[in-house]
C-alpha cells in the first residue's frame, strides 16, 4: 500500500498558486518525498524531491514540516498545462527499490 | 538527451496469443523498472531490474508474465496466453543507481488491448 494520503481532486485557477497537500505520517528518516505528475495519455514525468529541506526547481517547490510527515507541493503560476494527476510518493533515495504510487491528485487548472 | 522509448506504443491481440513489450532506458541507467496501469487506475508496480538481474519480481501478477535484460540496457516484458484482464498501459522507467538519489524516468507506455 502507498504510505501517502492526498485528496482526490482539487481545482485552481489559472495563473494561481496551485498548493497540492501530502500527509505520510509514517515516513522513516532514509526514505525521501518524491513528486511525479501524469498528464493524460503520457508516462508519469519527475517533478521534485526532498529529505528534509525546502526544494525548489525550475517546476515547483517542495515544503516539508519539520517532522516530515507531510508536505506541499507549490506550483507558483499553474497554467492549463498543469492539469495532471499529480502523485506524491516516500520510498529510500537509492538501492532499486519499488515506488509505490498511490491514487494521487487530480489537478484541475481552470480558465 | 533521449528519454525512456518503448515499443510498440500501441498494441491490439486476441485473447490467447503472446505479447512481447520492448523497453530501451536511457543510455548508462542502471536500474529499469516495468509498471502496470489499468484504466483509471494508479501505477502498479511489476518488476524491478539492476543491471540484468531481477531482484524484485514481487508485483508480477502470474507465471503467464516474464521479462528479461540483457546487456543492461534492453529489455523485454512478456505476456502468454494473453487475457482480456491484461488489457493495459505497460510504462517502464529506468534511473541510474549507482549512488546519489535515485529518480525515474518514464517512457510514454505500450497500450495493450486484449480482444
Known amino acids: 500500500d502507498a504510505k501517502t494520503t492526498q485528496p482526490p481532486s482539487m481545482d485552481c485557477a489559472e495563473g494561481r498558486a496551485a498548493n497540492l497537500p501530502c500527509n505520510h505520517s509514517?515516513?522513516?528518516?532514509?526514505?525521501?518525498v518524491y513528486w511525479y505528475r501524469q498528464i493524460h495519455s503520457q508516462g508519469p514525468q519527475y517533478i521534485i524531491h526532498?529529505?528534509?529541506n525546502n526544494e525548489t526547481n525550475e517546476m515547483a517547490s517542495l515544503i516539508i514540516t519539520e517532522d516530515r510527515k507531510s508536505s506541499t507541493l507549490i506550483l507558483p503560476h499553474a497554467t492549463l498545462r498543469d492539469t495532471a494527476v499529480y502523485y506524491c510518493?516516500?520510498?529510500?533515495?537509492?538501492?532499486?527499490?519499488?515506488?509505490?504510487f498511490g491514487a494521487g491528485t487530480r489537478l484541475f487548472v481552470k480558465a | 538527451g533521449a528519454g525512456v522509448s518503448q515499443s510498440p506504443s500501441n498494441k491490439v491481440t486476441e485473447k490467447g496469443k503472446d505479447v512481447e513489450l520492448r523497453c530501451d532506458p536511457i543510455?548508462?541507467?542502471?536500474?529499469l523498472y516495468w509498471y502496470r496501469q489499468s484504466l483509471g487506475q494508479g501505477l502498479e508496480f511489476l518488476i524491478y531490474?539492476?543491471?540484468?538481474?531481477?531482484?524484485?519480481k514481487s508485483g508480477l501478477p502470474s507465471d503467464r508474465f516474464s521479462a528479461e535484460r540483457t546487456g543492461g540496457s534492453v529489455s523485454t516484458l512478456t505476456i502468454q496466453r494473453t487475457q482480456q484482464e491484461d488489457s493495459a498501459v505497460y510504462l517502464c522507467?529506468?534511473?541510474?543507481?549507482?549512488?546519489?538519489?535515485?529518480?525515474?524516468?518514464f517512457g510514454p507506455g505500450t497500450r495493450l488491448l486484449v480482444l
Open positions: 510518493i516516500v520510498r529510500v533515495g537509492t538501492g532499486g527499490f519499488k515506488t509505490i
Open positions: 531490474f539492476q543491471g540484468n538481474s531481477a531482484p524484485d
Open positions: 543510455s548508462g541507467h542502471t536500474a
Open positions: 509514517t515516513i522513516s528518516g532514509n526514505e525521501y
Open positions: 522507467a529506468s534511473s541510474f543507481n549507482g549512488g546519489g538519489v535515485e529518480t525515474q524516468y
Open positions: 526532498g529529505l528534509k
